[in-house]
C-alpha cells in the first residue's frame, strides 16, 4: 500500500465513524472493526516467538519431603522417639498442639504418593531417614524393620524410574542421645551418626547413590539449640553454640566418610545447607565483590569450614579462648571432599554494598514493606537463588550443585469442587526459576531443582497451619488433591523451561 493509497483507506475510516457517531451508520463500524480484530488475531496465531528459558539438557526435577513431617507411624515397627517427638507432644510448642504421629500417613501411603511424583513428570525425589526407626535405642543394634521400611520405599522408587537421594539427618535426633549426651552439645553425638550413616550405607549403598548428610545445620542448631524454639528446646549462649555447631559439622564429615567406606557402589555424598545468602543490593563490581566477601564470612560455621578445613579468623576471635575445641585431624575429617553441595534457598539473608572498611562490606536493613509470603521470615526475592549459586561456584569452585529445597507458603483455599487456585505459588516459583535460569544460562553448574514440599506437611512448629505442598492434603481423610501449581511444576519438568 503507498501512502496515498493509506491516508484515503484512513479518509474513509474517519468518515464511517463520524457517521456511525450520529447513529446513521452502524453496520459498516461493526464490520469494519471485527476485520481489523481479525487482523490482530492472525498476527497472534502466527507471530507467537516462545521465551527462551529453557534449563541445560539433563538438569533433574523433583520434590522433596522430611521423615518427621511426613512418614507417621511414630510408634509402629519398633521405632523409636526422637526429640521432635518429645517436643511436639509438649503443650504450647507447636501451634494448635500438633504433631508428627500421624502427619501424612507416608509410611503406608507411599506407594500412592510415588504415583504423585510420576504424575508430576519428576524424575528424582529428596526424602530422609528416620534415625531413630534404624537405631531405636541405646543398645547400638539396627532395628531391621525400620531398614526393611526404606528398603520398600527406595525399591519402590525405583521401580518407577524415580531416583533416590537420601538426607540422613532431617532434625529427629533419637531421645536417647539427647538424654545421655545432651545431643549435639557432645562429641559422642558425632560418633553416633557415623555409626548410623555406615549402617544405611551398608543397607541402602547398593540402591541408592546419591546422599544428603545433615540438612540446613542453621536452624536446627540456633533455633534448637539457641534460641530453643524448635527440638530439644535448648537454650545456650553464643559461647557455648560454637561447640554444638562444631559438633554437627564433624558429624558430617564422619558421615561423608563412613557412607562412602560401608556402600557397595560407589555413592555420591553432599549436604543440604540453607546457607546465609549475601544479594548485592545494586549488582555493581564492588558491590558483588563485598558480597562474595560477606558469604564467606555469614557462612563461616558451617559451608566455608566444610568447603575449606578452616573457620575464619573473624569467626575464631569472636570465641574466647578454649571456649571451641577441635583438633586439625577433625578439620580434615569435617572438609572432606563431596560430590555435590545441596542447597535449600526460600530468601536473601544479608543485603551487601561495597565499604571502606576492615570487613570490605557493609550490610543494608531489609525495608519494613519488604515483600513475604505468608511465613514472614520468607521474603521474596527471587535472585537469591541466582546469587547463592553463583557465590558457592565463584568462591569454592562447586562443580556440582542442587536446590535441595525451595518454596512457597501460600494460604491455599479450596474451592467447593476441590480446585486450589495458588496463583501467588505459580508466581513465586516462575520468579525463582526464571533466576535459576539465569545461574544455570551462564554456566553455574546447577544439576536440579527439589521443590519444597510435594505436599502439604507437618510444618515444625507452625503444625499444619502453614502450607508448601504442591499437593492439598485432607488430614482428616488422607486424601490429596492437586494444586494449580503442581499442574505448572509438571509444565516445568516436562518442558524442561521456566514457564
Ligand atoms: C526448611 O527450613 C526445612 O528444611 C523444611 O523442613 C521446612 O519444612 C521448610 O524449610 C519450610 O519452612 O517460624 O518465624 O520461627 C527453611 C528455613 C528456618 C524457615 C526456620 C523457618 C522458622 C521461622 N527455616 N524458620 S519462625
Not at 208 to 230: A, H, P
Not at 312 to 318: D, H, I, M, Q, V
Not at 404 to 420: L, M, P, Q, R, V
Amino acid at each position: 500500500m503507498t501512502n496515498k493509497e493509506s491516508n484515503e483507506k484512513r479518509r474513509d475510516f474517519l468518515k464511517k465513524i463520524a457517521l456511525g457517531g450520529l447513529g446513521l451508520t452502524t453496520l459498516p463500524l461493526i464490520m469494519s472493526s471485527k476485520s481489523e480484530d481479525e487482523k490482530s488475531l492472525k498476527k497472534i496465531k502466527n507471530d507467537l516467538i516462545l521465551p527462551d528459558n529453557k534449563f541445560p539438557k539433563d538438569f533433574l526435577w523433583g520434590t522433596a519431603t522430611a521423615a518427621y513431617q511426613v512418614e507417621g507411624a511414630y510408634k509402629e515397627d519398633g521405632r523409636g522417639l526422637s526429640i521432635w517427638d518429645t517436643f511436639s507432644h509438649k503443650k504450647g510448642n507447636i501451634v494448635n498442639n500438633d504433631n508428627g504421629d500421624v502427619a501424612c500417613d507416608m509410611y503406608h501411603s507411599f506407594k500412592d504418593d510415588i504415583k504423585l511424583m510420576k504424575d508430576l513428570n519428576t524424575t528424582i525425589f529428596r526424602f530422609s531417614i528416620s534415625w531413630s526407626r534404624i537405631f531405636p535405642d541405646a543398645s547400638g543394634k539396627p532395628n531391621q524393620k525400620g531398614i526393611d521400611f526404606y528398603n520398600r520405599f527406595v525399591d519402590e522408587l525405583l521401580a518407577n524410574d524415580i531416583r533416590p537421594f537420601a538426607t540422613l539427618y532431617h532434625w529427629d535426633l533419637p531421645q536417647y542421645l539427647q538424654d545421655k549426651y545432651k545431643g549435639w552439645e557432645s562429641k559422642e553425638t558425632s560418633k553416633a551418626f557415623g555409626e548410623y550413616a555406615a549402617c544405611i550405607g551398608k543397607n541402602l549403598g547398593d540402591r541408592v547413590n546419591d546422599f544428603f548428610t545433615i540438612n540446613e545445620f542453621r536452624t536446627f542448631i540456633e533455633m534448637g539449640y539457641g534460641s530453643g524454639v524448635f527440638a530439644p528446646g535448648t537454650k545456650l549462649p553464643e559461647e557455648k553454640l560454637g561447640q554444638v555447631r562444631h559438633n554437627a559439622v564433624l558429624a558430617h564429615g564422619l558421615a561423608v566418610q563412613a557412607l562412602r567406606t560401608n556402600s557397595k557402589n560407589k555413592v555420591r555424598v553432599g549436604l543440604a545447607d540453607n546457607l546465609s545468602i549475601a544479594v548485592p543490593v545494586v549488582e555493581t563490581r564492588e558491590n558483588i565483590k563485598a558480597s562474595q566477601i560477606a558469604m564467606r564470612e555469614i557462612n563461616a560455621s558451617y559451608l566455608t569450614v566444610i568447603l575449606e578445613g578452616k573457620y575464619t579468623e573473624k569467626y575464631l576471635k569472636s570465641f574466647s579462648t578454649n571456649a571451641l575445641k577441635y583438633t586439625d585431624e577433625e578439620l580434615k575429617i569435617i572438609s572432606s571432599p563431596l560430590d555435590f553441595v545441596g542447597l535449600n534457598v526460600y530468601n536473601p539473608t544479608h543485603l551487601i554494598e561495597a565499604a571502606d572498611n576492615k570487613d570490605g562490606y557493609k550490610v543494608i536493613p531489609f525495608a519494613k514493606s519488604f515483600p513475604t509470603t505468608t511465613s514472614k521470615w520468607e521474603l521474596i526475592a527471587p535472585e537469591a537463588l541466582y546469587w547463592a549459586t553463583k557465590h558457592v561456584k565463584d568462591i569454592w569452585n562447586v562443580n556440582e550443585m542442587y536446590i535441595t529445597e525451595n518454596g512457597s507458603s501460600s494460604i491455599d483455599e479450596k474451592t467447593a469442587d476441590n480446585k486450589i487456585y495458588d496463583t501467588d505459588r505459580i508466581s513465586f516459583l516462575r520468579n525463582y526459576l526464571t533466576q535459576l535460569q539465569r545461574a544455570t544460562s551462564e554456566g553455574v553448574p546447577v544439576k536440579g531443582y527439589f521443590y519444597w514440599s510435594l505436599m502439604d506437611n507437618f510444618e515444625w512448629t507452625s503444625g499444619y497451619s502453614v502450607t508448601f505442598g504442591l499437593y492439598n492434603v485432607d488430614f482428616k481423610t488422607q486424601r490429596r488433591y492437586p494444586k494449580m501449581s503442581a499442574n505448572y511444576f509438571k509444565e516445568v519438568a516436562t518442558n524442561n523451561k521456566v514457564m
